[in-house]
Structures are given as C-alpha cells and as structure tokens.
Nanobody, 123 residues
Framework: QVQLVESGGGSVQSGGSLRLSCAAS?????MSWFRQAPGKEREGVAG???????TYAESVKGRFTNSRDSSLNTLYLQMNSLKEEDTAMYYC????????????????????WGQGTQVTVSS
C-alpha cells in the first residue's frame, strides 16, 4: 500500500521559514506539493520530476525551493519569506511515471496523496 507522509508544518511569523518533508515510495517518479487554504480550491505549488527538473507556481517563485533525495525517497519543500497568504494545508503527491514538466502542478495527474501538514503564517 502506497503511503505518503508529510511533516514539518507549523506556525511561523510572516517572513519566517519552514521546511516540509514528504516520505514517499521507492517507485515514485513525479512528485509535487499542493496546498489548500480554507474556502479555496487545492492548488499546485511546486513539482519535481525524477531528473530533478522543477516547476513552481508564480506565487511562490523565488521563495520556495523543491528538492528530492532519491536515496531516501523523500521530497522537501524549503519555504522562505513566508506570507500570510501561504497559510494552508500542504499535501505531497506522487505518480509512478512521468507526467511532463507542464503537468507537474496538475492535480489529476497524481495517483497518491499524503494526509497533509498544516502551515500557518501570522503577521
């Protein structure tokens, strides 16, 4: 059974940093972070493929960095200069095959999802 486990969420003041981790399966190929704020739809934040190519939502470019350690089957999201609007539940997702760089942030491309970790940014 595939199980993704996120960690690293918490509460931080605006301008602060957090690092999220996601323990994934050994067969993962495409991986991404999504987030969902209260009353809003889930949105793609940052994606990475097995070659290390990354893509980011415009709202987080320059502030968030997505990386993966294939030896540990772990996905990371370094979040710097956090803003109140980054407050959301953050989910990692994986696909065992390539989805294409342009589709890394497309929700329907992913088969498996974690339970989420809450990030709260206050002023």
């Amino acid at each position: 059974q595939v199980q993704l486990v996120e960690s690293g969420g918490g509460s931080v003041q605006s301008g602060g940093s957090l690092r999220l981790s996601c323990a994934a399966s050994p067969y993962t190929y495409s991986m991404s972070w999504f987030r969902q704020a209260p009353g809003k739809e889930r949105e793609g934040v940052a994606g990475i493929d097995s070659d290390g190519l990354t893509t980011y939502a415009e709202s987080v470019k320059g502030r968030f960095t997505n990386s993966r350690d294939s030896s540990l089957n772990t996905l990371y999201l370094q979040m710097n200069s956090l803003k109140e609007e980054d407050t959301a539940m953050y989910y990692c997702a994986e696909n065992f095959g390539p989805v294409g760089l342009d589709n890394l942030l497309v929700e329907r491309m992913y088969n498996y999802w974690g339970q989420g970790t809450q990030v709260t940014v206050s002023s």
